[in-house]
Nanobody, 123 residues
Framework: QVQLVESGGGLVQAGGSLRLSCAAS????????MGWFRQAPGKERELVAA????????YYADSVKGRFTISREIAKTTMYLQMNSLKPEDTAVYCC????????????????WGQGTQVTVSS
Protein backbone atom coordinates (compact mmCIF):
# COMPACT_ATOMS: atom_id res chain seq x y z
CA GLN A 1 0.00 0.00 0.00
CA VAL A 2 1.08 3.54 -0.77
CA GLN A 3 -0.56 6.52 0.87
CA LEU A 4 -0.52 9.86 -0.93
CA VAL A 5 -1.22 13.26 0.61
CA GLU A 6 -1.40 16.38 -1.53
CA SER A 7 -0.98 19.96 -0.40
CA GLY A 8 -0.43 23.40 -1.85
CA GLY A 9 -3.65 24.10 -3.69
CA GLY A 10 -5.55 27.34 -3.34
CA LEU A 11 -6.90 30.41 -5.05
CA VAL A 12 -4.62 32.46 -7.28
CA GLN A 13 -5.08 35.13 -9.92
CA ALA A 14 -4.38 34.41 -13.55
CA GLY A 15 -0.67 34.71 -14.23
CA GLY A 16 0.21 33.64 -10.72
CA SER A 17 2.00 30.55 -9.43
CA LEU A 18 1.34 27.67 -7.09
CA ARG A 19 3.44 24.74 -5.96
CA LEU A 20 1.73 21.46 -5.24
CA SER A 21 3.33 18.77 -3.11
CA CYS A 22 2.57 15.08 -2.82
CA ALA A 23 4.00 13.10 0.07
CA ALA A 24 4.07 9.35 -0.46
CA SER A 25 4.43 6.84 2.33
CA UNK A 26 4.67 3.09 2.25
CA UNK A 27 7.40 0.54 2.13
CA UNK A 28 8.03 0.79 -1.63
CA UNK A 29 6.83 4.33 -2.26
CA UNK A 30 10.16 5.47 -3.68
CA UNK A 31 10.01 2.87 -6.46
CA UNK A 32 6.81 4.14 -8.06
CA UNK A 33 6.45 6.45 -11.01
CA MET A 34 4.44 9.46 -9.90
CA GLY A 35 2.20 11.95 -11.61
CA TRP A 36 -0.59 14.48 -11.36
CA PHE A 37 -3.93 14.35 -12.99
CA ARG A 38 -6.61 17.01 -12.83
CA GLN A 39 -10.34 17.02 -13.22
CA ALA A 40 -12.60 19.99 -13.62
CA PRO A 41 -16.41 19.88 -13.52
CA GLY A 42 -17.78 18.77 -16.87
CA LYS A 43 -14.35 17.94 -18.26
CA GLU A 44 -12.47 14.71 -18.75
CA ARG A 45 -9.71 13.72 -16.39
CA GLU A 46 -6.33 14.81 -17.74
CA LEU A 47 -2.87 13.57 -16.84
CA VAL A 48 -0.90 16.80 -16.71
CA ALA A 49 2.56 15.57 -15.70
CA ALA A 50 4.45 12.43 -14.73
CA UNK A 51 7.92 11.45 -13.62
CA UNK A 52 9.75 8.14 -13.33
CA UNK A 53 10.84 6.73 -9.98
CA UNK A 54 14.43 7.82 -10.73
CA UNK A 55 13.47 11.42 -11.43
CA UNK A 56 13.49 11.34 -15.23
CA UNK A 57 12.26 11.28 -17.93
CA UNK A 58 9.16 13.41 -17.50
CA TYR A 59 5.88 13.85 -19.31
CA TYR A 60 3.74 16.97 -19.73
CA ALA A 61 0.38 17.45 -21.33
CA ASP A 62 0.46 19.94 -24.20
CA SER A 63 -1.83 22.22 -22.22
CA VAL A 64 0.79 22.79 -19.51
CA LYS A 65 4.11 22.48 -21.35
CA GLY A 66 6.41 25.39 -20.62
CA ARG A 67 4.36 26.45 -17.58
CA PHE A 68 4.40 23.45 -15.21
CA THR A 69 7.43 21.59 -13.88
CA ILE A 70 7.31 18.23 -12.13
CA SER A 71 10.09 17.07 -9.83
CA ARG A 72 10.74 14.71 -6.96
CA GLU A 73 13.19 14.91 -4.11
CA ILE A 74 16.32 12.78 -3.81
CA ALA A 75 14.60 10.42 -1.37
CA LYS A 76 11.98 10.09 -4.12
CA THR A 77 8.96 10.01 -1.82
CA THR A 78 7.87 13.61 -2.26
CA MET A 79 6.84 14.99 -5.61
CA TYR A 80 6.22 18.59 -6.59
CA LEU A 81 4.34 20.37 -9.34
CA GLN A 82 5.45 23.94 -9.88
CA MET A 83 2.71 25.74 -11.76
CA ASN A 84 3.52 29.11 -13.30
CA SER A 85 1.57 31.45 -15.55
CA LEU A 86 -1.66 29.92 -14.34
CA LYS A 87 -4.78 30.33 -16.43
CA PRO A 88 -8.45 30.09 -15.47
CA GLU A 89 -8.65 26.87 -17.49
CA ASP A 90 -6.16 25.31 -15.06
CA THR A 91 -8.88 25.38 -12.40
CA ALA A 92 -9.46 21.80 -11.26
CA VAL A 93 -8.91 19.27 -8.52
CA TYR A 94 -5.35 18.02 -8.82
CA CYS A 95 -4.64 14.46 -7.66
CA CYS A 96 -1.35 12.74 -7.07
CA UNK A 97 -1.13 9.28 -8.62
CA UNK A 98 1.42 6.47 -8.73
CA UNK A 99 2.06 3.28 -10.66
CA UNK A 100 4.94 0.83 -10.50
CA UNK A 101 5.37 1.23 -14.27
CA UNK A 102 5.85 4.64 -15.86
CA UNK A 103 4.32 3.63 -19.19
CA UNK A 104 1.17 2.46 -17.44
CA UNK A 105 0.90 5.80 -15.65
CA UNK A 106 1.04 7.50 -19.06
CA UNK A 107 -1.95 5.35 -20.05
CA UNK A 108 -3.90 6.77 -17.12
CA UNK A 109 -3.61 3.56 -15.13
CA UNK A 110 -3.03 4.24 -11.46
CA UNK A 111 -2.15 1.95 -8.57
CA UNK A 112 -2.88 4.50 -5.86
CA TRP A 113 -4.15 8.06 -5.74
CA GLY A 114 -4.61 10.81 -3.23
CA GLN A 115 -7.67 12.79 -2.18
CA GLY A 116 -6.76 15.74 -4.35
CA THR A 117 -6.24 19.44 -3.79
CA GLN A 118 -8.31 22.23 -5.32
CA VAL A 119 -6.65 24.78 -7.56
CA THR A 120 -8.73 27.78 -8.53
CA VAL A 121 -7.44 30.43 -10.92
CA SER A 122 -9.44 33.63 -11.13
CA SER A 123 -9.45 35.83 -14.21
Amino acid sequence: QVQLVESGGGLVQAGGSLRLSCAASGRTASRYAMGWFRQAPGKERELVAAITWSGGPTYYADSVKGRFTISREIAKTTMYLQMNSLKPEDTAVYCCVVHSQYDQLLRNLYSFWGQGTQVTVSS
